[in-house]
């Protein structure tokens, strides 16, 4: 994987909890160019080895902080399966177009 050495000393990323680093690396395994990344926090939860509570609260510091925008909401069907929430990491180009850098607007509040 390639990753921005820019993008990783920006304060967006630095003023992370680690938990939110780790689920970016994870979505980041799962991008490919051409579809959203579809990753749920139960997923996430086991793989960073959190509780889910914890990976959701990964998802939003990523949301909010322009390293992902949500694509498709999740969806529960106990007849057809559940489908997670697929996601646009926003670093890396989706649909064959440039990636948007939202997170480069983000801003500490003071």
């Not at 680093?21 to 086991?46: C, F, I, S, T």
């Not at 992902?68 to 399966?81: D, M």
């Amino acid at each position: 994987m390639v990753v921005s050495r820019a993008m990783r000393e920006s304060p967006a990323y630095q003023s992370m909890p680690a938990t939110a680093k780790v689920l970016m690396d994870l979505l980041h395994l799962q991008w490919r160019n051409d579809k959203p990344v579809a990753y749920g926090v139960r997923e996430a939860g086991q793989k960073i080895g959190c509780k889910p509570e914890t990976a959701g609260k990964a998802f939003n510091v990523l949301q909010e902080r322009g390293f992902i925008v949500c694509f498709e909401q999740s969806l529960f069907n106990s007849k057809t399966g559940s489908k997670a929430r697929e996601w646009r990491l926003t670093w890396m180009p989706f649909d064959y177009k440039n990636p948007t850098h939202d997170w480069e607007k983000w801003r500490p509040e003071n």
